[in-house]
């Protein structure tokens, strides 16, 4: 306590950073966290793995996650996300331009940022509701004195925290000897639509949008989940199946309209990225291998359930029930294409 409340504490004085093997990121979680979790990556790199990875990235964080909002512990914030990032997309085996957030989107998760604030003022509550006088509600009370007393101003975990909540327009109720409770799901429920950000992706169908944004504007028009409890990723299958499939998803497979954007100096304009399969003439996205290329029309017959008035549109073709069954059509149409 003494430690975590002091105004020098930040991640790097929380958590012992000495384990070199992962970079920055890694230093950051010290060695017992970073080995446990690049262990169940490296070797079992498979979506159902998330449950262990992500309890790791939160430890210890009611005392870094806030703290200090800006400067060196920022940067520590921003590489360990950034390290977390980089995790998912490897097991998903999806490419390193793929958002961030069409990522967290798509394995229902939230960025580590709402984990960490939930923590923390979970934390705050909790020895704000301790006992007055008690040795906890007393330390807090004192370190909020420093923060908020005139004169002093300390930037501690108290001012941290305040200024952390000030930043998304939300501030601290602050009354001279009591310390205040905080209303949690408020607070994260503003931090996610703070980092939500704003986007103009209703004003474009995938097809017609401007290529900056296109990835993003393309997994929200056609594969965002309608509902936040069930996820493809949590079907029972293999590992390397369920990438084929989620890259698919995130825009990491080899269609045409994927392997020219990233062409890099053989990049094709979109109109050129056409379907070999079916003349050479209609544009190979993804809306085109579930729903138009002729080439696949067999198979469509092999899964006529699949497709119906109700499902007939991308995000509801992969909203219906049947998960498993949307999984393997998807497989075997990138089979039959030999993407
Ligand atoms: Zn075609």
Known sequence: MAVTLSALSCVRRCIPY?????????????????????????????????????????????????????????????????????????????????????????????????????????FWNRLAASPVGSLFHTILLDNLDDAFSVGRGARNFSGSIAACLQSIGQSMPVYSGIVPIIEVGTVVEALRLHLDGTHNYALHCPRAAPSVGIVACTYHHWFKPFSRHRRYFQLPVSGRRMQRFLQFRLASHKLPIVVGR??????????????????????????????????????????????????????????????????????SCLDFLQI
């Open 18 to 122: 000495n384990h070199p093997a992962e970079g920055q990121g890694g230093r950051l979680l010290g060695c017992s966290t970073a080995a446990a979790f690049s262990a169940a990556v490296w070797q079992r790199s498979q979506p159902q793995t998330l449950p262990v990875l992500v309890p790791s990235l939160h430890y210890g964080c009611e005392l870094w996650g806030m703290h200090s909002p800006s400067g060196a512990a920022n940067s520590a914030r921003t590489a360990l996300q950034s390290l977390y990032d980089r995790y998912l997309r490897h097991i998903c085996g999806v490419k390193y331009a793929t958002p961030s957030a069409m990522l967290l989107e798509e394995l229902g998760l939230s960025p580590l940022q709402v984990f960490w604030w939930r923590r923390t003022l979970e």
């Open 262 to 331: 990233f062409a890099g100096g053989q990049h094709v304009a979109r109109a050129n990225r056409v379907c070999t399969h079916c003349g050479g003439v209609a544009v190979a996205d993804e809306l085109h291998m579930v729903f138009e290329c002729p080439a696949l029309h067999p198979l469509r017959q092999q899964y006529a359930s699949l497709f119906s008035t109700n499902t007939d549109t991308m995000r509801s073709f992969f909203a219906q029930q049947d998960h498993m069954r949307v999984f393997k059509f998807i497989l």
